[in-house]
Every structure is written in structure tokens, then in C-alpha cells.
């Protein structure tokens, strides 16, 4: 009778633990009319909604599972209630008495700084929030790891998928915009407007931008991560003409647009093979040396001399891991001067969807 007791008391603790609103303030965690402030994004609003979807499925299925959870989500709260105590980067500034940093200063340093690791020059904000991201990414794999094992119903792990991935896009969404403020090929504007994106995702851990372009990029991630390349005569084509019929006109006008710039073909090669420029090219001369009419999987990984990829249960992980390889690579061809892609093709179609959306906004200002 005791046990009994117990056990039931600890069920009330964890029902009464785990009420979001007790974690989260209103929507988006930001008060539109308060100016001054700063907090981080916790939980937009649509990850509130299944976050509280998966509290109530589990309340009754997994009690010891939701204690875990609500756990978790506590530990989120409370880390960006801490970033938050730290000087906006939104308001003016005065550092040592002397130096006084805005807004408008920081997007020139931004704009203005060129090679090397930025670490030790951003704000204090910009490297804590990056930390909140990767736990808050986490907290979202092991729910959706809870979810598979407590069974859930396909629609609800496709939705837990894809809110996984959108924090991993926002994570990718700083490596992208500091790539992109390197290139000084990009119109003033543009970069200016990367710089002001960037500083706000700092800030709140949330951006508009990345919003706006992760279902395609989710859909371009997952199509490419459903094809096993062909190889082939290494040229992409088979691969290329998968990807774009299963995805939207966003993608389309990309392809069609930007396809001629070598950056972006090259770029693309990478994506599809899964192959850096340079194996592409050692292939390449391979099939020219030995006049092959194609090349198969085997072939390829034993001319490479590499075991073939094993594939594996999806895990958000695995695609970042990827994007991080042909970004490193890109950065050491550009810092070096070396042939081969200087940007990602992530690099590539953000700057192809700002491009859009200035013209858009133009033709909309002359329009009126």
C-alpha cells in the first residue's frame, strides 16, 4: 500500500513538472512591445505544440519518460534565461567607459572583418548561444528517439523529424551567413542584410530566414539522402534530375538559374556523389584513363580505396556531419586559392533566396 503511495505521489510531482506554460512564456518567448527585451526563443510555437503533444501522450504511457523530458526542457529554460542576462547586442553599448558598441558598429565589424577563426571577436552572446542551440537539438533526438520506442504514430515522428532538423538548419544557418559575409562578390545590401540576420539569430537563437528555406532544404537533404549514386560516367545527370522532380519551384529556379556557375555545379557534384572535388576529379581522369563506359559503386570506393558507406537509420547527425566536410573543404580551397567549389551548396542557395527577395522587394517598392 505503501509503494502504491509513492508511486503515485511521484506521478503527481511529474504532472505537475511538466506544464509548459510554467517553462515558456507567451508564443514566441519575446514580447513584441517590450524593445529591451532579450530573450532567447525557447520554444516557437509550433515545437510547443508537439512538445506538449508528447507531454500528454506520455503522461499516461511513459511517466519515468516524461520526468526525463521535463527534465530536459527545465535545463533548456534556464540556460537561456542565463544567456540572456548578457548584454543585448541589440542595444547600445558602453564597454571600458570608452568603446561604445551598437547594432549598426557590430554589422560593420561583421562586414569589415576577413580571415581566420572569428571566435575570440564575437560577442559573448553569439558563442553561449550556439551551446543553447546544441542542447535544445539534442532535447529534440532524444524525444524523438522516446517517441519511435513509445511508438507513436507515423505522422507524429515525421513532425518530430522535421522540428529536429529545423533547429539543426538554424545551427548550419551561422556557419552559412559568416561564409557569406566573407564574399565580397555579393552586393553591399545583401551582406549588410546578412550581417543584421545574423546578429538577430544571435540574439534570440531564431531566424526568419532559415524558416522561410528549411523545407526545402529538408526535402532537397532528404531526396539526396534516399539516392544511392549511379556514378556512372561521374556526371550527376540521373542524380540531378531525381532531386529536382521531387521538389519545388524554389529548388527549380535555383537549378535553372545558377547551374552555369562552376562554384554552384561543382558544389552540386559534391552534394550528389557525397564525394569531395577532388575525388570527383581523380574519378573522373580514372574512367578517362582506362576509357571505362562507366564506373560502378564498388569500383569507385575500391579506386578511392574506401569502404563503401554503410547506410544507417536516419539521424539528423549524419546529415550536418556531411554539410560540415564539403564546408571545411570549401574554406580551404578559398583560403588557399585552390580549384574547386569556394562555397557549399547550402552557401549558394541562401544567397540565390536573398538575391530573390531583394529583387522582390524592389519590384514591390516600384510597384507601389
Same mark, same amino acid.
Given at each position: 500500500?505503501?509503494?502504491?503511495?509513492?508511486?503515485?505521489?511521484?506521478?503527481?510531482?511529474?504532472?505537475?513538472?511538466?506544464?509548459?506554460?510554467?517553462?515558456?512564456?507567451?508564443?514566441?518567448?519575446?514580447?513584441?512591445?517590450?524593445?529591451?527585451?532579450?530573450?532567447?526563443?525557447?520554444?516557437?510555437?509550433?515545437?510547443?505544440?508537439?512538445?506538449?503533444?508528447?507531454? #500528454?501522450? /506520455? @503522461? +499516461? =504511457?511513459?511517466?519515468?519518460?516524461?520526468?526525463? %523530458?521535463? &527534465?530536459?526542457?527545465?535545463? $533548456?529554460?534556464? *540556460?537561456?534565461?542565463?544567456?540572456?542576462?548578457?548584454?543585448?547586442?541589440?542595444?547600445?553599448?558602453?564597454?571600458?567607459?570608452?568603446?561604445?558598441?551598437?547594432?549598426?558598429?557590430?554589422?560593420?565589424?561583421?562586414?569589415?572583418?576577413?580571415?581566420?577563426?572569428?571566435?575570440?571577436?564575437?560577442?559573448?552572446?553569439?558563442?553561449?548561444?550556439?551551446?543553447?542551440?546544441?542542447?535544445?537539438?539534442?532535447?529534440?533526438?532524444?524525444?524523438?528517439?522516446?517517441?519511435?520506442?513509445?511508438?507513436?504514430?507515423?505522422?507524429?515522428? #515525421?513532425? /518530430? @523529424? +522535421? =522540428?529536429?532538423?529545423?533547429?539543426?538548419?538554424? %545551427?548550419? &544557418?551561422?556557419?552559412?551567413? $559568416?561564409?557569406? *559575409?566573407?564574399?565580397?562578390?555579393?552586393?553591399?545590401?545583401?551582406?549588410?542584410?546578412?550581417?543584421?540576420?545574423?546578429?538577430?539569430?544571435?540574439?534570440?537563437?531564431?531566424?526568419?530566414?532559415?524558416?522561410?528555406?528549411?523545407?526545402?532544404?529538408?526535402?532537397?537533404?532528404?531526396?539526396?539522402?534516399?539516392?544511392?549514386?549511379?556514378?556512372?560516367?561521374?556526371?550527376?545527370?540521373?542524380?540531378?534530375?531525381?532531386?529536382?522532380?521531387?521538389?519545388?519551384?524554389?529548388?527549380?529556379?535555383?537549378?535553372?538559374?545558377?547551374? #552555369?556557375?562552376?562554384?554552384?555545379?561543382?558544389?552540386?557534384?559534391?552534394?550528389?556523389?557525397?564525394?569531395?572535388?577532388?575525388?570527383?576529379?581523380? *574519378?573522373?581522369?580514372?574512367?578517362?584513363?582506362?576509357?571505362?563506359?562507366?564506373?560502378?559503386?564498388?569500383?569507385?570506393?575500391?579506386?578511392?580505396?574506401?569502404?563503401?558507406?554503410?547506410?544507417?537509420?536516419?539521424?539528423?547527425?549524419?546529415?550536418?556531419?556531411?554539410?560540415?566536410?564539403?564546408?571545411?573543404?570549401?574554406?580551404?580551397?578559398?583560403?588557399?586559392?585552390?580549384?574547386?567549389?569556394?562555397?557549399?551548396?547550402?552557401?549558394?542557395?541562401?544567397?540565390?533566396?536573398?538575391?530573390?527577395?531583394?529583387?522582390?522587394?524592389?519590384?514591390?517598392?516600384?510597384?507601389?
Amino acid at each position: 500500500m505503501e509503494n502504491l503511495e509513492n508511486q503515485q505521489n511521484k506521478e503527481e510531482l511529474v504532472f505537475q513538472s511538466v506544464a509548459l506554460d510554467e517553462f515558456f512564456e507567451d508564443d514566441q518567448y519575446v514580447e513584441k512591445n517590450d524593445e529591451y527585451n532579450t530573450n532567447i526563443i525557447v520554444l516557437s510555437p509550433k515545437e510547443r505544440e508537439l512538445v506538449d503533444m508528447v507531454f #500528454e501522450r /506520455l @503522461r +499516461t =504511457a511513459s511517466p519515468e519518460a516524461l520526468e526525463n %523530458i521535463s &527534465a530536459r526542457m527545465t535545463d $533548456l529554460e534556464r *540556460l537561456a534565461a542565463t544567456i540572456a542576462r548578457f548584454p543585448s547586442l541589440l542595444q547600445k553599448q558602453v564597454i571600458a567607459e570608452q568603446e561604445v558598441r551598437t547594432q549598426e558598429s557590430l554589422v560593420k565589424a561583421l562586414l569589415d572583418f576577413k580571415n581566420g577563426d572569428r571566435m575570440l571577436h564575437l560577442p559573448t552572446k553569439a558563442i553561449l548561444g550556439k551551446g543553447f542551440l546544441v542542447a535544445k537539438f539534442h532535447a529534440f533526438v532524444s524525444i524523438s528517439k522516446t517517441a519511435r520506442i513509445q511508438h507513436f504514430n507515423k505522422k507524429e515522428l #515525421e513532425q /518530430l @523529424r +522535421t =522540428a529536429t532538423l529545423r533547429v539543426m538548419f538554424t %545551427i548550419m &544557418a551561422e556557419d552559412v551567413y $559568416l561564409s557569406l *559575409l566573407g564574399d565580397t562578390s555579393i552586393a553591399d545590401d545583401i551582406r549588410e542584410q546578412i550581417a543584421t540576420s545574423l546578429i538577430i539569430l544571435w540574439e534570440h537563437r531564431n531566424d526568419q530566414t532559415v524558416a522561410d528555406i528549411a523545407p526545402v532544404l529538408e526535402a532537397v537533404w532528404t531526396v539526396r539522402d534516399k539516392i544511392v549514386p549511379a556514378f556512372g560516367t561521374m556526371v550527376g545527370t540521373s542524380e540531378l534530375l531525381r532531386l529536382t522532380i521531387e521538389l519545388d519551384e524554389q529548388w527549380t529556379a535555383f537549378i535553372k538559374t545558377k547551374l #552555369e556557375d562552376s562554384d554552384v555545379s561543382q558544389s552540386l557534384e559534391e552534394f550528389l556523389f557525397g564525394l569531395s572535388f577532388e575525388q570527383i576529379g581523380f *574519378l573522373k581522369n580514372k574512367i578517362k584513363e582506362q576509357k571505362y563506359l562507366s564506373i560502378s559503386r564498388d569500383d569507385v570506393y575500391a579506386l578511392l580505396g574506401e569502404h563503401i558507406p554503410v547506410d544507417v537509420e536516419f539521424d539528423p547527425r549524419n546529415f550536418y556531419l556531411r554539410y560540415t566536410v564539403r564546408r571545411d573543404n570549401a574554406r580551404a580551397r578559398s583560403r588557399m586559392n585552390l580549384e574547386g567549389p569556394h562555397k557549399t551548396l547550402e552557401d549558394h542557395f541562401v544567397k540565390f533566396i536573398l538575391e530573390q527577395n531583394r529583387e522582390k522587394q524592389h519590384n514591390d517598392a516600384y510597384a507601389d
